[in-house]
């Protein structure tokens, strides 16, 4: 019988994942969940045959430069890839999969809530109900905005993007987006989408802005301070993609100077540190980057790791292998 790879598992994953790798791999588990330092990660580079990363794990070219001999894959378990240095993974020979595809629908549904949160001031509301500061109902009390008729500018409009068009279209929402290129036909028709190839021109013409791309680095702080500043006072901007695309300081600034209306964020630029002016503001939803936080997403992405390695292990092609192409 061959031998099993050493796969090295960097956080705890749901059960069901954690035991099909213990009954395919030699798997190395980490049972407290605490993330590696850099000391750790670089031991894990030089102790496997399989390294199955998360986003909180850097693997940065100097990194990677550590890895031992043996090791032959970075099985990423994410949708993205941004933690991965991938020009100098794919240089010394490895390949590298990710997860694509299982938290579409998961992120869109929490992209929606957040723009339905924020200019319906939700979280307020029951903010003050907690604090007793409800009163009963009054005619001008916690007064926000309706979605319907508003438009939405969509940065990137992929699987998630779409999604999201999908669900906001079906609020009433006029659908408005920025891509590298426009989608199909049909689905531009399905959607009654309207493409914006000048990013700036589409900002300064929205009510709500969802930043849905991936991060790479043509995309990072894509929303800068310059941009931001083309939105209008009354513009609200969501975020559950990546912090590192919006220029977080330029936000929170703009935020609490009242420059725009409102924010609902799910991810930061330097987590788990949140600028202290976002925390405060009250026309602002945060979440603690869970936006894909569900037990069936958090297994299919387990499912997908295992899928990907066995294929490679099996001397075939990983379905969801990361290629120059993507980045």
């Given at each position: ?8 598992v960097t ?17 190395r588990l ?10 750790e990660?670089?031991?894990?580079l030089r102790?496997c045959e ?8 850097r ?6 430069a550590?890895a031992g001999?043996n ?6 378990y994410a949708n993205?890839f941004?933690?991965i ?5 794919l ?7 990710n997860?694509p595809?299982?938290?579409t629908?998961d992120?869109a549904?929490?992209t ?5 949160s924020?200019?319906r ?13 409800f009163r009963g109902?009054?005619?001008?009390w916690m007064l926000?905005?309706r979605?319907?008729?508003?438009r939405l500018?969509?940065?990137g409009?992929?699987r998630?993007?779409e999604?999201?068009?999908?669900r906001a279209k079906?609020f009433g929402?006029q659908i408005h ?9 049909h689905?531009?028709?399905d959607?009654?989408a309207?493409?914006w190839?000048n ?8 009510d709500?802005v969802?930043?849905?791309c991936?991060?790479t680095p043509?995309t990072h702080?894509?929303l800068?301070?310059?941009r931001?500043?083309?939105?209008r006072?009354t513009a609200?901007?969501i975020?559950t993609?990546?912090g590192e695309i ?6 929170a ?5 009242g420059?725009?209306a409102?924010?609902g964020?799910?991810v ?9 002016r976002l ?5 602002v939803?945060?979440l603690?980057?869970m936006a894909?936080?569900?037990i069936e997403?958090r ?6 790791v295992?899928i990907?390695?066995k ?5 075939h092609r990983?379905p969801d292998?990361v290629i120059p192409?993507m980045?």
């Open positions: 019988m061959a031998k099993k790879p050493v796969v090295i956080r705890k994953l749901p059960d069901v994942v954690e035991t099909r790798l213990r009954e395919l791999f030699d798997a980490n049972d407290s969940d605490k993330p590696f330092r850099r000391a990660l670089i031991q894990a102790s399989i390294l199955v990363p998360t986003i909180t794990d693997l940065d070219a100097s990194t990677l550590e001999p090791l032959k894959m970075i099985a990423n993205g941004d933690n240095d991938i020009t100098a993974a240089a010394k020979g490895l390949v590298v999969t997860t595809g299982v938290l629908n992120t549904d929490a929606m809530a957040l723009i339905l924020v200019p001031r939700f979280l307020e509301g029951a903010i003050a109900l907690e604090r007793g500061d109902w009054a005619p001008t926000g905005h979605l319907g008729g508003k500018g969509i940065i409009m992929g998630i993007g999604a999201v068009a999908r079906a929402l987006y920025h891509n590298r290129k426009p989608v199909r036909a689905v531009e028709t959607l009654e309207t493409y190839e990013l700036d021109q589409m900002l300064a013409r929205m709500i969802s930043v849905n991936p991060h043509a702080q894509m800068s301070a310059r931001l500043k083309l939105l006072p609200i901007v975020n993609a990546r919006i220029d977080e300081e330029a936000l600034a703009m935020l609490e100077a420059q725009i409102g924010a964020l799910d930061y630029a330097r987590e788990p540190a949140i600028d202290p925390l405060k503001a009250k026309n939803v945060l603690p980057h894909s936080a569900t997403g297994i299919e992405m387990g499912e997908k295992i990907n390695i294929s490679f292990v099996d001397g990983p292998r192409a980045l």
